[in-house]
T-cell receptor
């Protein structure tokens, strides 16, 4: 079993739709949860990060963590064609010093105008 | 602020050739990393460095070498290139010395094909 599982998609939605992207994980030591966005032929860029359980909102993006279920989600409201990218979840045990970050394989999202 | 700069952007190598992928960051980050990204496989850590003069192996180090003589530079050396090293290579840096994790800053990648 992989430490982090992520549906590769592709996920195709019409403009304006609400998008839900998800990851499951098996390592209960993970405390920090991140979402990266990667445009085609570019490097990943950090979109959001959260610590432990709960929600975090930033504009049209909401990150949720449910540690009891080992499940994290990224919601995109009012999706735009510019949101078309691959979204990678990532997680690590704690901050401070070097911590191994484990990445999901990414979900490819296409928002159709 | 340039962030993380990788060169070259593209390269085709013949089997058995060697090359160095360059990576420079201007954010004074302590930590630097090399990843490879293959379709459907996610990001795999090759090597990382926690500071100048200190490097360590990641998940997939075989066939690669690194050095870190300065804070800014973290080159990745491929010796005796093999088709299995065909991939997209990303360099990243981070500053995890503070309490709050801020994630990695990635370069734009090097697309390497070994034929």
């Amino acid at each position: 079993q992989k430490e982090v599982e992520q549906d590769p998609g592709p996920l195709s939605v019409p403009e304006g739709a609400i998008v839900s992207l998800n990851c499951t994980y098996s390592n209960s030591a993970f405390q920090y949860f991140m979402w990266y966005r990667q445009y085609s032929r570019k490097g990943p860029e950090l979109l959001m990060y959260t610590y432990s359980s709960g929600n975090k909102e930033d504009g049209r993006f909401t990150a949720q963590v449910d540690k009891s279920s080992k499940y994290i989600s990224l919601f995109i409201r009012d999706s735009q064609p510019s949101d078309s990218a691959t979204y990678l979840c990532a997680m690590s045990p704690r901050s401070g010093g070097y911590q191994k970050v484990t990445f999901g394989t990414g979900t490819k999202l296409q928002v159709i105008p | 602020n340039a962030g993380v700069t990788q060169t070259p952007k593209f390269r085709i190598l013949k089997i058995g050739q060697s090359m160095t992928l360059q990576c420079t960051q201007d954010m004074n980050h302590n930590y630097m990393y090399w990843y490879r990204q293959d379709p459907g496989m996610g990001l795999k850590l090759i090597y990382y460095s926690v500071g100048a003069g200190i490097t360590d192996k990641g998940e997939v180090p075989n066939g690669y070498n690194v050095s870190r003589s300065t804070t800014e530079d973290f080159p990745l050396r491929l010796e005796l290139a093999a088709p299995s090293q065909t991939s997209v290579y990303f360099c990243a840096s981070s500053d995890l010395s503070r309490e709050t994790i801020e994630g990695y800053t990635f370069g734009s990648g090097t697309r390497l094909t070994v034929v």
